[in-house]
């Protein structure tokens, strides 16, 4: 259990750390008029905290490097006594942003990534909102060629899916149209499994059609977070940290290739809670030498999505969960103005 003046002063290495990616002296902490103490008391409080492993020194004669426990720590203190807030105008602008995009969903992650990116200056994801359980919102088969129809199915979180199906002859307008209505009226509103507990009594063209609908509907179910949106590489790879070059071709291999992404989203926490996740408490070993900061946002038991950022152990903490919790809440209005 750390002390108070412990706790400040770590707190003030985190600090420093964060903004320079350099060893912090004792000397310097030793002029803050905030700790008011002398230059030994704050050497001996430095090795107290080196022996409980929250500190590391490059070599003997540098300064402290704080390690996974100290932003631990600093991250747990930042959650009781609260984190800065985004100025007004940052949240107005990243406001107007998601506005313009408000009757597309498909570019609502594609802005919040860019937007979150630029707040937090790091790397951002965010992913499509998803229901649990799809459901229809409406359904329609459009004739391609003579022997090709393409049926259409719009999803209750506004997605929308396509597959193409063959007919055995062709159809005419009529047809197709009568074919559409009868099975949009016993499936519009429904979850997979609800249509498949109901009694067929369908055409083959009808059949294929709810088939269709029913394989789309069941890939949306296994899929925990289908399609998702990155934005800020070239933020994070900026940072010292990736200095090396085989740390940035790994990284980028793992961006490129989805391993890193996926590893990300299984942190996503549970509710609206905003979960950091610091350096080995990844449970992939690539997200190591990063912090993961995760909120999920939308309506619990409706369509839910996650929106996160990802940076070195030293990232600039308040501002990251500050601006992560912002844009969920951004994210979960917009889903609730789709949901009525």
Known sequence: MLSS??????NLIVDSYVKTATPVASELLARDPDLAVSPATVRN???????????????????SVPVDKAYRSYVES?????????????????RRRLNQVEQDVDEWSVVAASV????????????????????VRHIELVPLQDLLAMVIVVLEQARLRRQVIRLTEPLGPEEIEASSNKVRSQVVGLTRRQIESQPAGLSPLEGKLLDAAIVILREEDVASYRGHYIDGLRNLLRQPEFEKNERVRDLVQAVEDGTLIRAVLEEAPAGDIVKVVIGQENRGDMLWPLSVVLCRYGIPNGAVGAIGAV???????SRTITGVKFMSTLMSELVEGVHG
């Open 45 to 63: 409080e430095v090795a107290h905290l080196e022996e409980m492993g929250y500190l590391t020194r490059p070599h003997a004669s540098a300064g």
């Open 5 to 10: 003046r412990q706790e400040a002063i770590l």
């Open 311 to 317: 940076g070195p152990t030293r990232m600039e903490y």
């Open 78 to 94: 930042l959650f009781q006594t609260g984190q800065e807030d985004l100025p007004e105008g940052v949240r107005r602008s990243a």
């Open 116 to 135: 979150l990116s630029g707040l937090v200056g790091n790397l951002a994801i965010a992913t499509f909102p998803k229901a649990t359980e799809a459901r």
